[in-house]
């Protein structure tokens, strides 16, 4: 079970730790960088309260947080991974060329994984993430992102653990990244929410997923025999639900569990849920969690 942390909106200051203590949490994804380049070479990005400045001042040489670099860690001590994801509603991350791209992936190990060689700073300090995450949304240029994916697979070679690369495509669309993208990712979990035609609960869902399904499958993996795994993008929260999407905790277990056992096989890797500190309030008339019904599910 994979959760996403850092744009809550009906949890107040939320904490990763909020998170890292559910057992039934296996994944947790930052949300996001906005800017591969921003002011003074600096990465943009906002998690939370970690956030680069609206307006940094002309010495600014970057944001250290080392509160969420403490949860990260006590997160990971536990068994957890954290990836941080690139993207969201708002971001600029275009490339002009494959270079750039290459370029970008050195950044991004260098300050957010297990790289060293850079002067920029490391908001998160000694503490390494487990891999990086695709949430390319509203038309987002998706040019060279393939080159960004397979140079960041390369160098997760130069270091221990294994790290991983996520992706949350609309799903209504596996063309949206590169084919040469999936080769290089071990996660997909498409958003079957906000598109009507291939929503959670809808009429075309289980034909999306098998189509999702019988595509990754066919992929080419350079990363793995059994990658990419597919996931089931799935909202958290019924106050999300502008376009379509949500499924009440009292069934969503069951649309888990068909999913796994039918349209979503061989492939099937488990489940993702937009917000995840949201999602703890989103409960059964039992009083249990959307967590705890979709963990119950997978297992």
Known sequence: LAVYYGKAQYNSAPSLWDLCSVDDIDMI?????????????????????????????????????????????????????????????????DFASDTD?????????????????????????NVTLDGFDFDYENYADTTHVDVLAATLQSLFKTAIPERYISACPLCVNNTVLPYDFYRNANFIWPR??????????????????????????????????????FY???????????????????????????????????????????EGTDALQSKTVDGIDILNVTKEALL
């Open 192 to 229: 079957f929410y906000n598109a009507n035609a291939c929503k959670a609960g809808g009429k075309g869902y289980n034909k999306s997923v098998k189509a999702w399904s019988d595509f990754l499958v066919g992929v080419d993996s350079a990363v793995g025999p059994n990658y990419p795994r």
């Open 29 to 93: 994804v930052m949300g996001f960088i906005r800017n591969f380049n921003g002011f003074n070479k600096q990465p943009t990005f906002d998690i939370g309260s970690c956030k680069t400045p609206y307006q940094p001042p002309a010495n600014y040489t970057g944001v250290l947080c080392p509160t969420l670099a403490a949860n990260i860690t006590r997160c990971q001590q536990l068994g957890k991974k954290v990836l941080i994801s690139l993207g969201g509603s708002s971001a600029n991350l």
């Open 232 to 274: 089931i993008g799935a909202l958290g929260f019924e106050n999300y639900n502008n376009g379509g999407g949500f499924v009440a905790p009292d069934v969503f277990g069951d649309l888990v569990e068909y999913t796994k056992n039918n349209v979503g096989k061989p492939r099937f890797g488990g489940v993702s849920i937009w």
């Open 101 to 125: 791209a290459q370029q970008a992936a050195t950044t991004l190990w260098n300050v957010f994984g297990a790289g060293t060689d850079t002067p920029l700073a490391r908001p998160f300090g």
